[in-house]
């Protein structure tokens, strides 16, 4: 389907818009007819081929791939070529859910990997948010989490610790909202988040695999409890490449 989308384009060369982005627009809609597998990524035609078949040179080709790999939806390795990434990931941000079980619905396996666990005073904004006593202590979790072994997100969590005494003997690589609903019945129901973006620091590419200069998603947000208690302060920072923001609207 690829292949053949693709020879059936062409570029207008009478047309003021320069030829890589012509070129790269064919190339994305290609990519978006592709009916493509959650669990592989797919080989993108050479740019040999593509050269051939627009009738350009390679330096155009070359930039209209890069409007693509900025853009999240091809990757290129040396010696090997060019590939689609399999599909983006969606985030809703109007829906609470927990990241595991939000992973499962879409046919992914979620998992997570404990960077660090401490118990300790938060920053004032987190003691006020938290409605907490002074020098009241919290438990920071910072996790990275994947979904089908792919770095996806770095979060850190803050919870109070009277509220989870023990949660440093609790198995933080899965569900926290699990946690939390079965292990001290706290069910979570409401959320206050603001998201903005920005680019990704090194620590966080290293961690998170990814470009450098990569956008990411930092979302902050208060999690009440059914009594409209503030349960956990959550900063997360979600990979711009792999994620899209999806939100309904409704004419009010």
């Given at each position: 389907?690829?292949?053949?989308?693709?020879?059936?384009?062409?570029?207008?060369?009478?047309?003021?818009?320069?030829?890589?982005?012509?070129?790269?627009?064919?190339?994305?809609?290609?990519?978006?007819?592709?009916?493509?597998?959650?669990?592989?990524?797919?080989?993108?035609?050479?740019?040999?081929?593509?050269?051939?078949?627009?009738?350009?040179?390679?330096?155009?080709?070359?930039?209209?791939?890069?409007?693509?790999?900025?853009?999240?939806?091809?990757?290129?390795?040396?010696?090997?070529?060019?590939?689609?990434?399999?599909?983006?990931?969606?985030?809703?941000?109007?829906?609470?859910?927990?990241?595991?079980?939000?992973?499962?619905?879409?046919?992914?396996?979620?998992?997570?990997?404990?960077?660090?666990?401490?118990?300790?005073?938060?920053?004032?904004?987190?003691?006020?948010?938290?409605?907490?006593?002074?020098?009241?202590?919290?438990?920071?979790?910072?996790?990275?989490?994947?979904?089908?072994?792919?770095?996806?997100?770095?979060?850190?969590?803050?919870?109070?610790?009277?509220?989870?005494?023990?949660?440093?003997?609790?198995?933080?690589?899965?569900?926290?909202?699990?946690?939390?609903?079965?292990?001290?019945?706290?069910?979570?129901?409401?959320?206050?988040?603001?998201?903005?973006?920005?680019?990704?620091?090194?620590?966080?590419?290293?961690?998170?695999?990814?470009?450098?200069?990569?956008?990411?998603?930092?979302?902050?947000?208060?999690?009440?409890?059914?009594?409209?208690?503030?349960?956990?302060?959550?900063?997360?920072?979600?990979?711009?490449?792999?994620?899209?923001?999806?939100v309904k609207l409704n004419i009010s």
């Amino acid at each position: 389907m690829l292949a053949s989308f693709i020879s059936s384009a062409h570029i207008n060369k009478n047309s003021p818009v320069p030829y890589y982005y012509q070129i790269a627009q064919i190339l994305r809609e290609a990519i978006c007819t592709q009916e493509l597998s959650q669990q592989e990524d797919f080989s993108f035609p050479s740019e040999s081929e593509l050269c051939e078949l627009f009738q350009v040179n390679r330096g155009t080709i070359r930039h209209a791939l890069q409007v693509l790999e900025n853009e999240g939806l091809i990757y290129r390795e040396k010696g090997r070529g060019t590939f689609i990434r399999r599909r983006r990931l969606e985030l809703d941000p109007t829906t609470l859910v927990s990241t595991s079980e939000d992973l499962r619905r879409r046919g992914w396996t979620p998992s997570a990997r404990l960077l660090s666990l401490t118990l300790r005073v938060p920053q004032p904004h987190i003691q006020k948010v938290l409605d907490l006593h002074p020098q009241e202590e919290v438990w920071e979790i910072y996790r990275l989490r994947l979904a089908n072994d792919e770095p996806i997100s770095l979060q850190w969590s803050y919870i109070p610790q009277r509220l989870t005494p023990d949660l440093d003997q609790k198995d933080l690589t899965g569900s926290l909202f699990n946690i939390l609903r079965k292990d001290y019945s706290i069910h979570l129901q409401i959320a206050d988040q603001v998201i903005h973006t920005r680019p990704a620091t090194s620590e966080e590419v290293a961690l998170l695999d990814m470009l450098p200069g990569s956008p990411l998603f930092e979302i902050s947000r208060i999690t009440y409890d059914a009594q409209a208690n503030p349960v956990e302060y959550l900063d997360s920072l979600w990979r711009g490449d792999r994620y899209d923001l999806r939100v309904k609207l409704n004419i009010s």
